[in-house]
T-cell receptor, first 117, second 112 residues
Framework: GAGVSQSPSNKVTEKGKDVELRCDPISGHTALYWYRQSLGQGLEFLIYFQGNSAPDKSGLPSDRFSAERTGGSVSTLTIQRTQQEDSAVYLC???????????????FGPGTRLTVT | DQQVKQNSPSLSVQEGRISILNCDYTNSMFDYFLWYKKYPAEGPTFLISISSIKDKNEDGRFTVFLNKSAKHLSLHIVPSQPGDSAVYFCAATTSGTYKYIFGTGTRLKVLA
């Protein structure tokens, strides 16, 4: 079946511009995560959505970052006034639920490589 | 504060030999651990997991060992194959939460 898809796969933008990154999770998955991987770093948690609950935004690095999830499916991560330090691979993952004590494996998309010049 | 550490950024192993990837953690509340494999230009894919009530979990060529007292886990791949060449991430979480803390990854290269 279809996995998690992300678009665009690559994005080059000028410093100060806004960007939108899109994630299409696996159909039926209620949990959706955004991560960021900067060069030489691990996956940094950004935000988490579970069903219709309020998202956990505690990982967002600044108020320039925001995300929404429409209809419990597609999610968009928006970065306003991009800075060079925002350059990274942004990964989206979905999982069936937070059942089993939060031990669901996550299914990752291929990521969006963002370069801010 | 890096709660999950993979101190070896890279590892090279001869085909057919054992690959051992290590991961250390500091948070004693972690009770579930996972390993993911990542190929270039792809997202990580789940490989194997282990609960803190076990000290070993095996799946084919992959075995994960957990040493709770040392807060250390390791992934053994035997025999190693060239197709295993990838970046391996360990991750940890606490049951009932949804936050997974990932290590920085170890790049494994299996030489033919």
């Amino acid at each position: 079946g279809a996995g998690v898809s992300q678009s665009p796969s690559n994005k080059v933008t000028e410093k100060g511009k806004d960007v939108e990154l899109r994630c299409d999770p696996i159909s039926g998955h209620t949990a959706l995560y955004w991560y960021r991987q900067s060069l030489g770093q691990g996956l940094e948690f950004l935000i988490y959505f579970q069903g219709n609950s309020a998202p956990d935004k505690s990982g967002l690095p600044s108020d320039r970052f925001s995300a929404e999830r429409t209809g419990g499916s597609v999610s968009t991560l928006t970065i306003q006034r991009t800075q060079q330090e925002d350059s990274a691979v942004y990964l989206c993952a979905s999982s069936p639920s937070v059942g089993a004590g939060g031990r669901d494996e996550q299914y990752f998309g291929p990521g969006t490589r963002l370069t801010v010049t | 504060d890096q709660q999950v550490k993979q101190n070896s950024p890279s590892l090279s192993v001869q085909e057919g030999r054992i690959s051992i990837l290590n991961c250390d953690y500091t948070n004693s509340m972690f009770d579930y651990f996972l390993w993911y494999k990542k190929y270039p230009a792809e997202g990580p894919t789940f490989l194997i997991s282990i609960s803190s009530i076990k000290d070993k979990n095996e799946d084919g060529r992959f075995t994960v060992f957990l040493n709770k007292s040392a807060k250390h886990l390791s992934l053994h791949i035997v025999p190693s194959q060239p197709g295993d060449s990838a970046v391996y991430f360990c991750a940890a979480t606490t049951s009932g939460t949804y936050k997974y803390i990932f290590g920085t990854g170890t790049r494994l290269k299996v030489l033919a």
